[in-house]
């Protein structure tokens, strides 16, 4: 079955430092991936999304994510992070033979910023 | 930019009763999805509905069901509502390709007295 693992259940980052979030998954085919970040008492929202090929993706405000197959993992980065990052960070992965129904999610990390 | 609406924001009730929430979206997509996230923000499919197809993840118990009148709605029904209920529940849309970004509502918070 597969299974995406976010090993960082919180992380706390200084405002202008650089942020990495990891994510591994297990899947047998090829992955679909996905990150989402969830602002406090609001639904979740698209950062960025891997489609086979170039493995790194760029997303919104400033972030951008590394697929490595033979690591089986999709890590998210951004260089400098602001006050407005502070949320939860979810990774995705979709299935392959029966997508519809729906992603499987991360437990997500927690990014708490201060100055 | 909201796209996908959810009704109510916060439900608070007691076991036993039975409760419905409302999700619409605006963008067109064939698919919508319902999900649970629980107190510690464990999210899991619940439902994925497309062109009358509706495909339940197994671990759902039975006293939910999915209600669509349009491909625009589908919404949420628990039958009789259990303490273990009490979680967020957020809708979401696609076109239902596997690697179409699916769009979430801002969630439906019931808490179960």
């Known amino acids: 079955a597969q299974s995406v693992t976010q090993p960082d259940a919180r992380v706390t980052v200084s405002e202008g430092a650089s942020l990495q979030l990891r994510c591994k998954y297990s899947y047998f085919g090829t992955p679909y991936l996905f990150w989402y970040v969830q602002y406090p008492r609001q639904g979740l929202q698209l950062l960025l999304k891997?489609?086979?090929?170039?493995?790194v993706v760029q997303g919104v405000n400033g972030f951008e994510a590394e697929f490595s197959k033979s690591n089986s993992s999709f890590h998210l980065r951004k260089a400098s992070v602001h006050w407005s990052d502070w949320a939860v960070y979810f990774c995705?992965?979709?299935?392959?033979?029966?997508?519809?129904?729906?992603?499987?999610f991360g437990l997500g990390t927690r990014v708490s910023v201060f100055p | 930019e909201t796209a996908v609406f959810q009704t109510p924001n916060y439900h608070v009730t007691q076991v036993g009763n039975e409760v419905s929430f409302n999700c619409k979206q605006t963008?067109?997509?064939?698919?919508m999805y319902w999900y649970k996230q629980d107190s510690k923000k464990l999210l899991k499919i619940m439902f994925s509905y497309n062109n009358k197809q509706l495909i339940v993840n197994e671990t759902v118990p039975r006293r939910f069901s999915p209600q669509s009148s349009d491909k625009a709605h589908l919404n949420l029904r628990i039958k009789s509502v259990e303490p273990e209920d009490s979680a967020v529940y957020l809708c979401a849309s696609s076109w239902g390709g596997r690697g179409d970004t699916q769009y979430f509502g801002p969630g439906t918070r019931l808490l179960v007295l």
């Open positions: 891997y489609y086979p090929g170039d493995p």
């Open positions: 963008l067109g997509h064939d698919t």
């Open positions: 995705a992965v979709s299935m392959d033979d029966n997508y519809a129904q729906g992603l499987t």
